[in-house]
């Protein structure tokens, strides 16, 4: 059995768009990424460590743990050996307490790609491959987020470019979200159930031939 982590935010922790409810993993697109694998013949487990609120590197004020830098190389550590890492972040570092730009998100993601690939595994252990995929884009916030991301969608553009550079310039493999669906309307930030599974179809998709 081969393993694939899921390193991300509440997009793939599933959570329901205005809730604090969370899809079920077979709803969830690591969860229908991982049953599509499977029924095509591939005898793969998807590892979820997915945290509402995870930056790249920057911290949360309000909550302990959200820089994804942090604990990283452990978490690495935990679940080797792996065959894949999958990187999905970025929108958290557009809350309204960052100051942020597309490249400076990007950077971030770049900086994972280093822990990643120096993580103390056991000798023997295989350098995982590292799929980078660009959320969809933030569309105006609503809802109970609304504050928390105020003005977020004016300074989220850029980042799907930024991310496919920094993926080509570390050899990574890389995923446009976005070219299969768009942010849930009911919150501008993440997804609904469907879209979960038209995502993690097109993961499945991608991550195939590359296991």
Not at 60 to 66: A, E, I, T, V, Y
Not at 161 to 168: I, K, M, N
């Given at each position: ?76 550590e ?18 309204c ?9 990007a950077q ?23 799929l ?20 977020a969608?004016k ?5 799907t ?8 310039e ?41 296991v």
């Open positions: 059995m081969q393993q694939i982590l899921v390193y991300a935010d509440s997009l793939s922790w599933g959570i329901i768009p205005d809730t604090r409810g969370r899809l079920p993993f077979e709803q969830r697109w690591p969860g229908v990424c991982e049953m599509a694998l499977r029924q095509a013949g591939q005898d793969i487990r998807i590892l979820e460590n997915c945290l509402n609120g995870r930056r790249t590197v920057w911290p949360d004020p309000f909550k302990d743990g959200r820089d994804g830098s942090e604990g990283l190389a452990q978490v690495m935990m679940h080797a050996p792996l065959k894949m890492v999958v990187l999905m972040l970025g929108n958290n570092d557009f809350q307490t960052h100051d942020n730009n597309a490249w400076l998100s971030g993601t770049a900086k994972l790609i280093g822990i990643i690939r120096q993580a103390p595994i056991e000798p023997g252990m295989p350098v995982p491959e590292i980078v995929i660009a959320p969809p884009a933030i569309i105006r916030p609503k809802g109970a987020i609304a504050h928390k991301f105020n003005g969608e300074r989220w553009p850029g980042l470019e930024a991310l496919r550079e920094v993926a080509a570390h050899s990574c493999h890389f995923m446009d979200a976005g070219t299969v669906t768009d942010a849930s309307k009911v919150d501008g930030i993440h997804l609904d159930m469907d879209q979960h599974n038209v995502l993690g179809l097109a993961v499945a998709q991608v991550i195939q031939p590359l």
